[in-house]
């Protein structure tokens, strides 16, 4: 079956810092990949997607590339914000499946 | 502005009783989801729902019971037979609109049920 694993939390960063959180799969077929964001109390939101290798999905200087040879989909940002602080999951979903794949979540914490 | 709306926000009962935790959309989405999510845990997927009066279990669904009479609403109810059911509840949709090829979900704010 399809799986996704992500680096285990919190990271715990500086501001400004350089951030990668790392996610890697396995899934049948070639899958959609997505990291999604959740703030402290509130639902997830879509962060950024990519539907096949080599495309790179960005967003609020987020971004990550799909990479098949290593079946990764690591997320980066160059100068993290104390905003950024929130909990990240990265999912697959593969071919006609209803049902994503989601990490177990990594939680970021970025001090000012 | 579409999207999803869960209410209440905030939701608490007694043990022993049941509740139910409503979500509706107007994103015009066929699927819908249920998840459940315990501190430091990712998302379990108890119920989902590709189309009007079809359903289907999840990973935890005992104790548990939904209904898609509507295509906009998903309402969950959370039965006294749920063993720990104090948790945050999400619910979510998608398209499931042939052809469509990338299909992320939308995510309500989500409940917080706490049973005493």
């Known amino acids: 079956g399809n799986s996704v694993t992500q680096m285990e939390g919190p990271v715990t960063l500086s501001e400004e810092a350089f951030l990668t959180i790392n996610c890697t799969y396995t899934a049948t077929g070639y899958p959609s990949l997505f990291w999604y964001v959740q703030y402290p109390g509130e639902g997830l939101q879509l962060l950024l997607k990519?539907?096949?290798?080599?495309d790179k999905g960005s967003n609020k200087g987020f971004e990550a590339t799909y990479r098949k040879e290593t079946t990764s989909f690591h997320l980066e940002k160059g100068s993290v914000q104390v905003s950024d602080s929130a909990v990240y999951f990265c999912a697959l979903r593969s071919g006609g499946s209803y049902i994503p794949t989601f990490g177990r979540g990594t939680s970021l914490i970025v001090h000012p | 502005d579409g999207g999803i709306t869960q209410s209440p926000k905030y939701l608490f009962r007694k043990e022993g009783q049941n509740v139910t935790l409503s979500c509706e959309q107007n994103?015009?989405?066929?699927?819908m989801y249920w998840y459940r999510q315990d501190p430091g845990q990712g998302l379990r997927l108890i119920y989902y729902s590709q189309i009007v009066n079809d359903f289907q279990k999840g990973d935890i669904a005992e104790g548990y019971s939904v209904s898609r009479e509507k295509k906009e609403s998903f309402p969950l109810t959370v039965t006294s037979a749920q063993k720990n059911p104090t948790a945050f509840y999400l619910c979510a949709s998608t398209t499931a609109q042939p052809g469509v090829r990338v299909r992320e979900q939308y995510f309500g704010p989500g409940t917080r049920l706490t049973v005493t």
């Open positions: 990519a539907t096949k290798a080599d």
């Open positions: 994103l015009n989405h066929d699927a």
